[in-house]
């Protein structure tokens, strides 16, 4: 997509946020002050992929943006761990504005800028990793095809994150569509496999995977089986829903963290549009004690 034409649907784009904002306001204060005394508050989870200045694409998000939307968040959120916005999701009790950050595939450029920044605030982030783009230090597919092949990170970088401070997590070994492979010998090596590549690079223990494109056509009930039974915390989806309190928590729903401000304000405003998620999934979530769910497949 042109870099004018990102430009002109992402104001339209922005307009309109900020315009039904104005609308529901009331009806977003008085559901606010109803999930903080129940509560019942949900817990949101976002995710980035790209932070950068250059080669603009549905899935990078300016520097700027990226600070401005970390102002908001701090001033308005608890900003948690993975590990602690699942502990409120499986509480049955919250009654905070609650938010986690999620990285997916693995961009070099997130390590000029996002991840410093991050470091700086000392905010929490799970950074979430394809394993051959990073060990062989080629595109991604879909960068590739799109004739921009933008820079993955290095092994080093990785580790340098774990050593910093941030939470590695799985994202299969080439960026693959779970939910489209009909081989559970090739699932079970993309899951696995990954898992055991982190390991070995010595940023584990890896507690969480997440699927790439991450909608419930992406996902199978074989690979969340196998991760229940590798040990892993929990998996995480790009569904673009909240999490409630009081339910299981293995499936941890994600809203993308859109460039500008009004979409991202509107959404974590308790947009009463979505508030509820009643897609059919194509699993069943499993019904793990909270108590196991802090293991991990080491």
């Known amino acids: 997509m042109h870099i004018s034409t990102l430009k002109r649907s992402n104001r339209r784009r922005q307009w309109a946020a900020w315009f039904y904002m104005r609308v529901t306001q009331g009806q977003r204060r008085r559901l606010r002050a109803e999930l903080e005394q129940s509560g019942r508050f949900p817990i949101a989870i976002l995710f980035y992929h790209r932070v950068a200045d250059t080669h603009p694409n549905p899935w990078t998000i300016s520097r700027k943006n990226f600070s401005q939307q970390l102002d908001w968040l701090e ?5 948690v761990t993975l590990r602690e916005a699942q502990n409120r999701i499986q509480s049955r009790f919250n009654n905070r504005p609650t938010v986690a950050l999620t ?15 991050l470091a700086r605030r000392k905010l929490p982030a799970t950074y979430f990793v394809a394993t051959h783009p990073v060990a062989s230090g080629e595109p ?9 092949p933008l820079r993955t990170n290095t092994i080093a970088e990785i580790q340098a994150l774990h050593r910093q401070g941030f939470e590695i997590g799985a994202h299969t ?18 899951i696995v496999g990954s898992i055991e590549q982190l390991n070995r690079w010595g940023v584990g223990p890896i507690r969480y995977f997440s699927f790439p494109y991450g909608l419930p056509e992406n996902t199978s009930q074989y690979a969340i089986d196998l991760l229940a039974s590798y040990g892993m915390s929990g998996f995480c989806t790009a569904y673009g829903a909240w999490n409630w309190p009081d339910s299981r928590g293995y499936h941890l729903r994600r809203i993308h963290a859109d460039p500008g401000m009004q979409t991202l304000k509107s959404w974590l405003t308790l947009d009463p549009r979505k508030l509820s998620d009643n897609r059919p999934l ?12 802090a293991g991990s497949f080491t």
């Open 173 to 190: 070994q080439h960026h693959v569509d779970i939910g489209g492979l009909t081989d559970y010998d090739q699932v079970r090596d993309e």
């Open 282 to 293: 194509p699993f069943e979530e499993p019904d793990i004690a909270p108590s196991l769910l």
């Open 140 to 148: 991604f597919v879909h960068d590739a095809q799109l004739h921009s």
């Open 103 to 117: 990285f997916d595939d693995g961009y070099a450029e997130n390590c000029d800028f996002a991840m410093p920044e």
């Open 75 to 79: 001033r308005h959120f608890d900003i």
